[in-house]
């Protein structure tokens, strides 16, 4: 009885001391909840926002080919409206010691030393587009202005005249306009150098052995030789073929000690372009590179380009068989050129 009394008394006196631990547990409880309750709403959230994200990226991706087939066009027109320009020049200063003869009957020359400011190019290239350029060369010869020489029909005779202005020449070598179809295919137009022979592709100071260019060409054909015409280029593998129609030589200035070289017609305001002339030539591999060779053929009637029509009435037609090459041997350049001609009815022939 006594241990029964004992044990409702300890029961009681402990009962209040769980309810306050109760009272403890459930408010920690409840934190906790709440806690997590806060936790998961964050959670919940950042599931949300990376949701909307990929949801964004998607899109995005989505719409990229759409955007890039909208901004292609706009990019190839600003392109297109980039343009290049570009600018090269150089020039030759030359000193001479040699032995002159004052006639063809001096038997006993005289050692003169000269100097000469040979030629000063300038060269621009226009690239107005990836189809469509435009080059241009100016030289300046002998440092200054050349003459002028015009016919005049109105003497008896008719008459060369020519007006003095200063020593030298300013030439416009090259004035075209190039277009590019495709690789494979090209056309030139404007002023445009005929290349037969060597000395209108090898042309520049670092290009031959000599001091001056070869005067094995340039005794026989016009050196740097430019017309107005058209130039069709064909490519195909290594082989170039070349096609122009070009304006033509004149008969009158065909010379025993140049033979054709004299026949450009550079030295007059206006060329007359009543006689054309064809020019084929065959290239394989890159004889400006110093790794090729090639064939070339010229022919042109010359006299209906005379200004005196009254001194010769017979045709006088030239026909030019060239063969060139250049190739490269440690480093050094080795260009050859053969040239055979024959100018009919003008008692002129040639083999070198």
């Known amino acids: 009885m006594k241990k029964a009394v004992l044990s409702l008394a300890v029961s009681l006196a402990l009962t209040p001391l769980y309810s306050v631990a109760n009272d403890d547990m459930q408010a920690q409880l409840e934190k906790l909840q709440q806690q997590l309750l806060e936790q998961q709403k964050a959670i919940d959230y950042l599931k949300s926002q990376l949701e909307a994200k990929n949801t964004q990226q998607v899109a995005v991706q989505q719409k990229a080919p759409v955007v890039t087939e909208q901004a292609a066009p706009v990019a190839t027109v600003a392109s297109k409206k980039e343009s290049k320009l570009t600018f090269k020049s150089y020039g030759t200063l030359l000193y001479k010691n040699d032995e002159v003869f004052a006639n063809v009957q001096d038997t006993s020359p005289e050692r003169r030393a000269t100097t000469d400011l040979e030629r000063v190019v300038t060269e621009f290239e226009y690239e107005i587009d990836d189809k469509w350029k435009v080059e241009f060369e100016l030289e300046y010869e002998h440092g200054g202005t050349?003459?002028?020489?015009?016919?005049?029909?109105?003497?008896?005779?008719?008459?060369?005249?020519?007006?003095?202005?200063?020593?030298?020449?300013?030439?416009?070598?090259?004035?075209?306009?190039?277009?590019?179809?495709?690789?494979?295919?090209?056309?030139?137009?404007?002023h445009i150098y005929v290349p037969v022979g060597l000395g209108t592709d090898l042309n520049k100071p670092d290009q031959y052995f000599t001091t001056t260019r070869h005067w094995g060409e340039a005794t026989m054909i016009p050196q740097v030789w430019h017309e107005t015409g058209?130039?069709?280029?064909?490519?195909?593998?290594?082989?170039?073929?070349?096609?122009?129609?070009?304006?033509?030589?004149?008969?009158?200035?065909?010379?025993?000690?140049?033979?054709?070289?004299?026949?450009?017609?550079?030295?007059?305001?206006?060329?007359?372009?009543?006689?054309?002339?064809?020019?084929?030539?065959l290239d394989y591999g890159n004889v400006k590179a110093g790794k090729g060779f090639g064939v070339s053929y010229y022919t042109a009637n010359t006299s209906d380009n005379r200004r005196n029509q009254g001194k010769l009435d017979v045709d006088g037609n030239v026909s030019i068989l060239g063969l060139h090459g250049a190739w490269t041997l440690d480093d050094s350049c080795v260009p050859w050129s053969v040239l055979i001609w024959r100018v009919r009815r003008l008692s002129c022939y040639h083999c070198c």
Do not use: H
């Open 146 to 190: 050349g003459t002028t020489l015009e016919y005049d029909g109105f003497e008896e005779f008719g008459e060369f005249e020519s007006e003095v202005e200063a020593g030298g020449e300013v030439i416009v070598e090259k004035l075209q306009l190039e277009y590019e179809y495709n690789p494979n295919f090209t056309v030139k137009f404007g």
């Open 230 to 281: 058209v130039n069709l280029i064909s490519r195909w593998s290594d082989f170039t073929l070349q096609t122009l129609v070009t304006t033509g030589l004149n008969s009158e200035y065909f010379r025993s000690t140049n033979w054709v070289a004299g026949g450009a017609q550079q030295r007059f305001e206006e060329n007359t372009a009543d006689d054309l002339a064809l020019t084929l030539r």
